[in-house]
């Protein structure tokens, strides 16, 4: 199983960007999705979470309203919608996906892959 996160760079605060997860290996179509965050000297944070199916999202507060996670099935791919950045949002960015039927709430769940992470900088 592989992920390769990409989308990230350098935005203006108020700007956007879209974060890709590409993901391969699989041997089932179900797998849930979250993207995370480490900010420089900060916990990683888990923000949003898309379920199995793609039926079901859910987002940490900082980020709902101005992200939006959805999955492509036929590209296996997951994206993160960033609008309106802060220089808050500034952090590097992780996907995992964790096989299995999953819904709701999953940003606590132990997910056992993961990408590379790409990083994020939103200057003001």
């Known amino acids: 199983v592989q992920l390769q996160a990409s989308g990230g760079g350098l935005v203006l605060a108020g700007g956007s960007l879209r974060l890709s997860c590409v993901a391969s290996g699989f041997t089932s179509d179900y797998y849930a999705v979250a993207w995370f965050r480490q900010a420089p000297g900060k916990a990683r944070e888990g923000i949003a979470c898309?379920?199995?199916?793609?039926?079901?999202?859910y987002y940490e507060s900082s980020v709902s309203g101005r992200f939006t996670i959805s999955r492509d099935k036929d590209k296996n791919t997951v994206y993160l919608q960033m609008n309106s950045l802060k220089p808050e949002d500034t952090a590097v960015y992780y996907c995992?996906?964790?096989?299995?039927?999953?819904?709701?709430?999953?940003?606590?769940?132990?997910?056992?892959?993961w990408g590379q992470g790409t990083l994020v900088t939103v200057s003001s």
């Open positions: 898309i379920s199995s199916t793609g039926g079901s999202t």
């Open positions: 995992a996906a964790q096989p299995g039927y999953y819904s709701g709430n999953l940003l606590d769940l132990k997910f056992a892959h």
